[in-house]
């Protein structure tokens, strides 16, 4: 049976994404959440005329002759405006961010006077208007600040809160459950077995599932007995993605595919044209997607991050869609067979914003140092002819 491509994979799973309900949620906690409608404005930025300068309030009128000689009526500060009137030949103190007084319609910097006590004296032009923030200058009432389907990052929250708005509507969280099989797993921290290596991927895959803005149920390691997986698998019935690691492939303790046939899960598809993850499965129950990654930790990594972290921005309402970037070969690449390759890379970025990908020696699904190291995926598609180093090549970023 002929392998399922990459990019046929990821189009039926992102067909079956539903998108997430909004929930209510105070500033405070918006960080990183996706917005359901557009948040708007409450009121106008200033909400009035505002010097922009320390200073002097008055007419442009009294400075239009130079030197001009003026009174000192009154002070207008921060949070607590000059409750009178700017008559003919007054001036009011006005400090940065303070109201314009009514009558005033020019701010003179205190450089350009001259004050002693209730007189002042201007001693340089001043251009009518000049050092007046208007009302609104920033944004009016009813303005879109953040538009809806935006994942909110500091100047969204700063935004939204000079706007008035304390409550926003956001998608709700994903929930994405991570369990992970198998007898050769060990905790991290414990004593493993002679036969048994330590356990990585319910961490990592939790990790960047948290990332990604999810909530994690992280099941833990489970057994190698049918059975067990099963019941293991109704513990995330009310999550939205369930992702499963190990078991996936073909060997006499693979259970996964039949626990979750067990649990009710319709298998969609199973192995896709892609190295490393070939043993990808993908099914549904529901409102639960479920995603079967391989148990080597490169090739589960690297299988979230091709389709789990589009499933999760669709859900949120976000774009899904990523092209791939090019960068340069740092090395040469041989010719590729019928899979699609992910190459583990290196990246640098010359001082003239060129990319450079160069491929790790070694593509051993199992290394994760070596994954860790990596800056990008270099894309190499089925049957790529072989390709030298400074040829430009489609990169996938990695952003964990």
């Known amino acids: 049976m002929a392998l399922?491509?990459?990019?046929?994979?990821?189009?039926?799973?992102?067909?079956?994404?539903?998108?997430?309900?909004?929930?209510?949620?105070?500033?405070?906690?918006?960080l990183g959440r996706v917005t359901a409608l557009d948040i708007k404005a409450r009121r106008d930025q200033p909400p009035f005329a505002?010097?922009?300068?320390?200073?002097?309030?008055?007419?442009?009128?009294?400075?239009?002759?130079?030197?001009?000689?003026l009174k000192v009526t009154g002070l207008s500060a921060a949070g607590h405006g000059f409750k009178g009137t700017v008559r003919p030949g007054e001036a009011v103190r006005i400090l940065t961010g303070a109201p314009l007084p009514k009558g005033a319609d020019t701010v003179v910097i205190q450089e350009n006077t001259s004050r002693d006590g209730d007189a002042l004296e201007v001693i340089a032009p001043t251009?009518?208007?000049?050092?007046?923030?208007?009302?609104?200058?920033?944004?009016?009432?009813?303005?879109?600040?953040?538009?809806?389907?935006?994942?909110?990052?500091?100047?969204?929250?700063?935004?939204?809160?000079?706007?008035?708005?304390?409550?926003?509507?956001?998608?709700?969280?994903?929930?994405?459950?991570?369990?992970?099989?198998?007898?050769?797993?060990?905790?991290?921290?414990?004593?493993?077995?002679a036969?048994?290596?330590?356990?990585?991927?319910?961490?990592?895959?939790?990790a960047y599932a948290e990332s990604l803005g999810a909530e994690v149920m992280n099941l833990g390691i489970v057994p190698d007995k049918l059975a067990t997986i099963t019941r293991a698998i109704a513990k995330a019935a009310k999550a939205d993605v369930l992702i499963t690691t190990g078991g996936a492939s073909v060997g006499d303790t693979d259970f996964i595919q039949e626990a979750l046939r067990r649990a009710g899960v319709k298998i969609d598809f199973w192995k896709i044209a892609m190295r490393p993850g070939k043993p990808f499965m993908f099914g549904t129950k529901g409102k639960l997607r479920v995603l079967g990654l391989p148990g080597n930790p490169v090739a589960?990594?690297?299988?979230?991050?091709?389709?789990?972290?589009?499933?999760?921005?669709?859900?949120?309402?976000?774009?899904?869609?990523?092209?791939?970037?090019?960068?340069?070969?740092?090395?040469?690449?041989?010719?590729?067979?019928?899979?699609?390759?992910?190459?583990?890379?290196?990246?640098?970025v010359l001082?003239?914003?060129?990319?450079?990908?160069?491929?790790?020696?070694?593509?051993?699904?199992?290394?994760?140092?070596?994954?860790?190291?990596?800056?990008?995926?270099?894309?190499?598609?089925?049957?790529?002819?072989a390709a030298k180093a400074g040829e430009l090549h489609p990169i996938l970023l990695l952003d964990w």
């Open 4 to 30: 399922l491509p990459v990019e046929d994979a990821l189009t039926r799973i992102l067909a079956t994404a539903q998108l997430l309900p909004p929930e209510r949620l105070a500033l405070a906690g918006a």
């Open 127 to 193: 251009a009518f208007g000049k050092n007046i923030r208007r009302a609104a200058l920033d944004f009016a009432k009813g303005d879109i600040l953040v538009p809806a389907a935006t994942r909110l990052n500091a100047r969204d929250i700063g935004l939204a809160a000079s706007g008035n708005v304390a409550l926003l509507r956001v998608r709700r969280k994903p929930v994405v459950a991570v369990l992970t099989t198998g007898d050769e797993l060990a905790l991290p921290g414990t004593m493993p077995k």
């Open 300 to 348: 589960a990594l690297v299988c979230a991050r091709l389709f789990l972290k589009p499933l999760l921005a669709k859900m949120a309402g976000l774009e899904a869609a990523e092209a791939p970037v090019l960068a340069r070969l740092g090395t040469d690449l041989a010719a590729n067979d019928q899979r699609q390759d992910y190459l583990r890379a290196t990246l640098e």
């Open 351 to 385: 001082a003239d914003g060129t990319r450079v990908a160069s491929a790790a020696g070694i593509q051993d699904s199992s290394m994760q140092r070596v994954m860790r190291q990596a800056g990008c995926l270099i894309i190499r598609p089925p049957h790529a002819p």
């Open 50 to 69: 505002a010097s922009a300068m320390d200073g002097f309030a008055l007419r442009h009128a009294d400075v239009a002759a130079l030197p001009a000689r």
């Open 195 to 206: 036969d048994q290596i330590t356990s990585s991927n319910n961490h990592a895959l939790a």
